[in-house]
């Protein structure tokens, strides 16, 4: 038996093209939802009059309105569009919470197993399945997301983990803090590429409001933004290179790693992080991603305190 209530928070604008699959794939999940809200973040589409439709059907969908701000904002700005709706609910009503985008088209039993992973493992933080785009030929690709952390258009939530690692961070690379914050504090992240927990992501990850280009750009940005070291970030760029789009899609992600260094951008005022960060990259350099988080969740295991109470900036001076 499955036990827990789960609420879903998802920040949209000029969604209308994909919503509609997204809203009838979770209509259609094994276990519904007990409260969704979706906040619509100044579209200018059809995307306010689909939302009235589907909320005056189904009474667990309530709609959070906010005004043009006249452009997509990726990065701060879904995740303050996210923190609209999340103002509107008592936490405390639910056991899980999840940051879903509208562009999906997820499983039906999608949301029953991620909360099965969540009652299996008491250190279980945060957890989804893993993305895949049609490509032209109409064939399913995966995005090949780490198994590391939850992904970023799909985010669900033990929610006394959420609250103690802070939430989300209002800035690009958000949705990598949260996980090494997990970590840190001895939660576990992870991810899944299992047939029930696959989905369809209707706009590939790194589109950008632009394009390709300008989103590889935006994550090198937000590397350097999270702390992530020069070699690191070189390593990880030389192997996207050779990931479509193959070449410019790893450089594209170094120079903007490189022009934020050069530029001197503000970075995550965080020095316990960034050394608990750059650790756990050289450790993954050395003995491979999968087996450095493995041999890191079985270190951290002594700092996890399941019911403290209290934000991550109060435990931050952790080693």
Not at 160 to 185: K, P, S, T, Y
Request: with cysteine; glycine share 8%; charged share 25%.
């Amino acid at each position: 038996m499955i036990s827990g209530k789960y609420v879903l928070i998802s920040p949209c604008r000029d969604e209308a093209e994909y919503m509609c699959r997204t809203l009838d794939s979770v209509i259609a999940q094994s276990i519904k939802p007990v409260l969704w809200i979706i906040v619509d973040d100044g579209s200018t589409d059809q995307t306010p009059e689909i939302l009235d439709k589907y909320a005056n059907k189904h009474s667990f969908i309530k709609i959070v309105r906010r005004e043009n701000r006249g452009h997509r904002s990726v990065g701060p700005g879904v995740i303050e569009a996210f923190y609209a709706g999340y103002d509107n609910i008592d936490i405390d009503d639910y056991e899980y919470i999840c940051k879903l985008d509208l562009d999906l088209d997820l499983p039906p039993l999608y949301f029953e197993i991620l909360m099965s992973r969540f009652q299996e493992n008491p250190r279980l933080g945060t957890c989804s399945g893993k993305p895949y785009f049609l490509n032209k030929k109409g064939k399913l690709i995966s995005e090949k997301c780490g198994d590391e952390n939850s992904v970023g258009m799909t985010k669900m939530f033990r929610r006394n983990c959420f609250d103690q690692i802070g939430g989300f961070v209002r800035q690009v690379m958000w949705d990598a803090i949260d996980g090494h914050r997990c970590r840190m504090l001895g939660w576990i992240a992870s991810s899944w590429d299992e047939l029930d927990l696959r989905f369809i992501h209707l706009r590939p990850m790194g589109s950008s409001q632009n394009n390709m280009k300008t989103g590889r750009i935006r994550h090198g940005f937000g590397q350097y933004f999270m702390g992530t070291s020069f070699i690191y970030m070189s390593v990880s760029a030389l192997y996207r290179m050779s990931r479509p789009p193959i070449f410019y899609g790893g450089l594209s992600m170094w120079w903007g790693y490189v022009k934020s260094m050069l530029t001197r951008v503000e970075r995550l005022n965080d020095l316990a992080f960034r050394k608990f960060l750059r650790s756990y990259q050289w450790s993954c350099i050395i003995f491979g991603k999968n087996k450095a988080t493995a041999r890191l969740n079985e270190q951290r295991a002594q700092y996890w305190s399941p019911l403290e109470a209290g934000p991550y900036s109060i435990r931050s001076e952790i080693q």
